[in-house]
């Protein structure tokens, strides 16, 4: 063997393991959390659009209206964290079908998204979040929490959200979860 | 007035109550009412009534043209053929004219103690009344069409009293001005004959040293005790003095709506009075509305309200809503905080300020926004009591008692729950919210966990 064909193959192994390498570290990030989970109930949801796809963890309002719960569903690949988080917001918000019951009021679109490298994640909604939400404690605190814990289970580097409105702060929704700072995941209000 | 005695116009009289007046020739004067008769004769304290005599205090009088007669003439003459009731107060000047029910008040203020004095207000004819209490002042509505009392009905007391003095408000009410060392009242109202009486026991924090100024202590001095308000009228010293109540949402803010359009907004408001009432009633406390009309109220004002007038409970209350409509059953929720904002309120420490006069002290520093950590297991508490008390008289969700960054109760300086008295979303609930009925039973739920919630801060009380 000589040393040019030698260094053709240590070459070529190098590249290939380089390769291995980004797909072995990128994969997990991306796809290998929702993995181990089996998909709570068929998804009764629009079927994803054609492209790269992830796992994700969306939370409905349950049958007892009391508490969220979660179902496992695919979503559009975002590049980059930021980018996957508004992908995973908007399906959030997406418009589902029955026995689905979302809590966040029909209507809302997701203005953007933006991450922190202290974890803090700042997702500006719509108005329609405020001006078509039926009121009352238990349903702002869905609402919430549907948003901060989509994030925050799906995204590890999430550590907390905060829910902004047509690009500003708001004291809160309806008048009663103070939305002024970050809120960290909770699943005290899921199934 | 002719000496001792108070004469009237004939003339007034006659355009005020549509009289006729004819003087004959010998002088004598004839009043007429709907065919009925009065003559008064000059130099005789006598009146002919529809030929009855009557006695006068005073002959009639002459004063140019103008006939004068005693002001009695009004009850015992011209009474006796009016067809309407007239009843002359002269005391206070005063001629109820028909059946209005004006009753005649009187006021006796007793210092019982330094820290405790009782107000005396007697009506007569009998006349109910509510007490409520403001700022700095109670306010007793009777009742009636119109009071007739001095004014002030009691004069200015002297400093250090607890009532500085009683005054009358509005037509119908009375205005108990208060004194800077009023702690609280307790209110009871007897029948005694024809007259209502309405007691206010009232008590006063205990002044270290009233009579003596004393230099301002050196900046290095102890504080002194806190005051203690003490045990007055056979019970033990309360721990409540204040409690706010929040009816939730207001003016464009309508809160939740029913299916047949019931709104949270007025059912928070119904069931906020109820309350009030049946505290001030029963124990006598100070009770504070966030709002007590149908206007929007920024959250942070209305706990401004019960920290500014440090409220020692703060109750919000508030109907529920959910995307499912079988969702139901009342709940409590608590304020929950992050560990972070936990901590920092525990770092927030105190801060020695100079005082007027000299010298400083330790003000304990709490951000606005954590003041409700240091409560929390108070919180809590008063959430069990009220579950408890709920229980068998208000349908309770699955988890009744539950925890959330709640703006409203961030920042109460004191205990503070939010009730969520049911699914207004829920048609089968929305109908029993709107019900009296069932309204009644939570309120008394509410006061019954109130009044145990105090007993456990009391000394001695039961646990």
């Not at chain 1, 508004?86 to 203005?111: C, D, F, H, K, N």
């Not at chain 2, 206070?92 to 009782?118: F, H, I, K, M, Q």
């Not at chain 2, 409560?375 to 925890?403: C, G, K, N, Y």
Request: proline letters at 7%; a negative charge; aromatic letters at 4%.
């Amino acid at each position: 063997m000589s040393t040019r064909r030698l260094l053709t193959i240590t070459a070529l192994a190098i590249i290939a393991i380089g390769i291995v390498s980004i797909v072995w570290i990128r994969a997990p990030r991306l796809t290998s959390r929702a993995t181990p989970r089996a998909a709570a109930a068929p998804s009764p949801t629009a079927p994803a659009p054609p492209g790269r796809k992830i796992k994700a963890r969306l939370f409905y309002v349950a049958d007892d209206g009391m508490r969220l719960t979660g179902v496992e569903r695919d979503i559009a690949y975002g590049e980059g964290a930021t980018e996957q988080a508004r992908e995973i917001v908007a399906a959030q918000i997406a418009p589902v079908v029955e026995p689905l019951v979302s809590a966040v009021p029909a209507g809302t679109s997701v203005r953007a998204v933006f991450l922190t490298e202290g974890g803090e994640a700042y997702v500006d909604l719509s108005r329609e979040v405020m001006s078509a939400h039926p009121g009352g404690t238990l349903n702002e605190l869905l609402t919430v929490y549907t948003i901060v814990n989509a994030l925050t289970v799906n995204l590890p580097a999430v550590t907390s959200v905060q829910v902004l409105v047509d690009g500003k702060e708001v004291d809160t929704l309806a008048g009663h979860i103070d939305l002024r700072q970050p809120l960290a995941k909770n699943l005290s209000w899921v199934q | 007035m002719l000496g001792d005695q108070e004469f009237v116009a004939l003339d007034d009289l006659t355009t005020l109550f549509q009289l006729t007046v004819r003087e004959d020739t010998l002088g004598a004067v004839t009043v007429s009412y709907k065919g009925k008769t009065i003559v008064l004769t000059p130099d005789q304290a006598l009146a002919s009534v529809s030929g009855r005599l009557v006695s006068l205090p005073a002959p009639p009088s002459r004063n140019g043209r103008r006939w004068l007669v005693p002001s009695e003439f009004i009850s015992r003459a011209l009474a006796l053929i009016y067809d309407t009731r007239l009843d002359l107060r002269k005391p206070s000047r005063l001629l109820v004219v028909g059946d209005l029910r004006v009753p005649r008040l009187t006021a006796r203020y007793e210092s019982l103690s330094p820290s405790a004095a009782r107000l005396t207000i007697d009506a007569n004819p009998r006349a109910l009344s509510t007490v409520t209490q403001d700022a700095d002042h109670i306010t007793v509505k009777f009742d009636a069409d119109a009071l007739d009392a001095a004014n002030p009905l009691l004069p200015a007391q002297p400093a250090p009293s607890l009532v500085t003095g009683v005054r009358i408000a509005d037509p119908t009410a009375l205005a108990v001005d208060l004194g800077p060392r009023f702690a609280g009242f307790k209110s009871t109202s007897t029948t005694v004959d024809s007259t209502q009486r309405l007691v206010l026991d009232v008590i006063g924090l205990v002044q270290t040293d009233a009579s003596q100024p004393q230099p301002a202590p050196p900046a290095t001095a102890a504080q002194p005790a806190p005051p203690e308000i003490p045990p007055a009228f056979g019970q033990s010293a309360s721990a409540i003095h204040t409690i706010a109540i929040d009816a939730g949402h207001g003016g464009d803010d309508e809160g939740v709506h029913s299916a047949d359009g019931a709104k949270e907004k007025d059912l928070t408001l119904t069931v906020a009075r109820r309350v009030r009432a049946i505290i001030e009633a029963r124990l006598g406390l100070r009770v504070l509305l966030t709002r007590d009309d149908d206007r929007n109220v920024p959250i942070d004002e209305r706990t401004a309200l019960a920290n500014n007038n440090k409220a020692d409970l703060f109750v919000s209350l508030h109907a529920n809503g959910s995307m499912r409509p079988t969702t139901t059953g009342a709940a409590i929720l608590c304020a929950a905080f992050d560990k972070d904002a936990a901590q920092a309120a525990s770092a927030g420490g105190a801060e020695r300020l100079p005082t007027f006069g000299g010298g400083s002290r330790d003000i304990e520093m709490v951000p606005w926004d954590l003041a409700q950590t240091r409560h929390l297991a108070q919180s809590e508490r008063f959430a069990e009591l009220l579950q408890q008390q709920f229980h068998d008289r208000v349908p309770m969700a699955s988890r009744p008692i539950d925890r959330a960054p709640l703006r409203v109760l961030e920042s109460a300086n004191m205990p503070a729950v939010l009730i969520e008295l049911g699914y207004l979303t829920n048609a089968e609930q929305a109908k029993l919210l709107t019900n009296d009925a069932f309204q009644n039973a939570a309120v008394q739920s509410i006061f019954d966990a109130i009044v145990r919630f105090r007993d456990t801060l009391t000394p001695g009380g039961t646990q």
